[in-house]
């Protein structure tokens, strides 16, 4: 099964100050994205990937960056946070291009007061 | 553009009940679908998936879908739900957009199996 690891698992920020995400897989795959969860939403797309070096911008990139330094490293940056930006952040990994299946991390809560 | 719909936010059924989560979709184009799961405090976790052939598809821990492309449908069925289905369960459409595949996800049923 592929292993998808988030840091920090909870992670509470003030309004203005920089927050990292940081997402780690270790199958190899090709594509990484982020994901915010709030309730009635389901999951939003906010950036992706399709390898190192390479960041594109999903739905709701509004305030958000991301970085890919690496086949296994996926970073979503937030560069001055704010209260709206207060969610569930998951990373995910997947093998193919199309119709593919994701693999998630855990989670990441963050509150930005 | 593609959606999906989960009509019901949440669900309660007796443990040992029959459960049918619905789940309605919009596509342009085919439509390939996933169920996920998601356990308390854990990530999403696939259940089954659907990209052609037989409507009827078999998951994990008992759980089956039927696509309705007539419907526009892939609702989630099990037989006999068991207190550790309680869960949120979301129906996910894939779709290409461009040269990326896009994933949209319904908002969820959040599921409770009562004693």
């Known amino acids: 099964e592929a292993a998808v690891t988030q840091s920090p698992r909870n992670k509470v920020a003030v309004t203005g100050g920089k927050v990292t995400l940081s997402c780690n897989q270790t199958?190899?795959?090709?594509?990484m994205y982020w994901y915010r969860q709030d309730t009635g939403h389901g999951l939003r797309l906010i950036h992706y990937?399709?390898?190192?070096?390479?960041?594109e911008k999903g739905d709701i990139p509004d305030g958000y960056k991301a970085s890919r330094p690496s086949q296994e490293n996926f970073s979503l940056i937030l560069e001055l946070a704010t209260p709206s930006q207060t969610s569930v952040y998951f990373c995910?990994?997947?093998?193919?291009?199309?119709?593919?299946?994701?693999?998630f991390g855990h989670g990441t809560k963050l509150s930005v007061l | 553009a593609q959606s999906v719909t989960q009509p019901d936010a949440r669900v309660t059924v007796s443990e040992g009940a029959s459960l049918q989560l619905r789940c309605k979709y919009s596509?342009?184009?085919?439509?390939?679908l996933f169920w996920y799961v998601q356990y308390p405090r854990q990530g999403l976790q696939l259940l089954l998936k659907?990209?052609?052939?037989?409507?009827v598809v078999q998951g994990v821990n008992g759980f089956e879908a039927e696509f309705s492309k007539s419907n526009s449908s892939f609702h989630l069925r099990k037989a006999s739900v068991h207190w550790s289905d309680s869960a949120v369960y979301f129906c996910?459409?894939?779709?290409?957009?461009?040269?990326?595949?896009?994933?949209?996800f319904g908002a969820g049923t959040r599921l409770a199996v009562c004693p």
């Open positions: 996910v459409l894939s779709g290409l957009s461009g040269s990326f595949n896009k994933l949209t």
């Open positions: 596509s342009s184009g085919t439509p390939y």
């Open positions: 659907y990209y052609s052939g037989d409507p």
């Open positions: 995910a990994s997947g093998e193919k291009i199309s119709n593919e299946r994701l693999f």
């Open positions: 990937s399709y390898g190192a070096g390479s960041t």
């Open positions: 199958n190899n795959h090709n594509n």
